[in-house]
């Protein structure tokens, strides 16, 4: 069955750098276009970027432009979101999104915790 499995998150200073791994498994991964989200306490779950099935297309939130990059290995069926340059308002669940497709679906990982703090 398809399934995303998010790492790479922890505690980080401000300033700091994390990044973040999806490892995806049960579909044709490079068939897909593929997004992290993130979502803070109290917020709505919002896009940080997006790569297309090729990977030759990237979008990110203007947040965050300039200091995450979005990248896949279509080889490892992983995607990956380097963070740069972390800000304590960064701080927040990051969801890896396989984008709907076809008949396809949208389909979630369970998250991993992203907090920016000293």
């Known amino acids: 069955q398809v399934q995303l499995v998010e790492s790479g998150g922890g505690l980080v200073q401000p300033g700091g750098s994390l990044r973040l791994s999806c490892a995806a498994s049960?579909?044709?991964?490079?068939?897909?276009?593929m997004s992290w989200y993130r979502q803070a306490p109290g917020k709505e779950r919002q896009l940080v970027a997006s790569v297309s099935r090729s990977g030759g297309s990237t979008s990110y939130a203007d947040s965050v432009k300039g200091r995450f990059t979005i990248s896949r290995d279509d080889v490892k069926n992983t995607v990956f979101l380097q963070m740069n340059s972390l800000k304590p308002e960064d701080t927040a669940v990051y969801y890896c999104?396989?984008?709907?497709?076809?008949?396809?679906?949208?389909?979630w990982g369970q998250g991993t915790q992203v907090t920016v703090s000293s």
């Open positions: 049960g579909f044709t991964f490079s068939a897909y276009t």
């Open positions: 999104k396989r984008v709907a497709f076809g008949n396809s679906p949208d389909y």
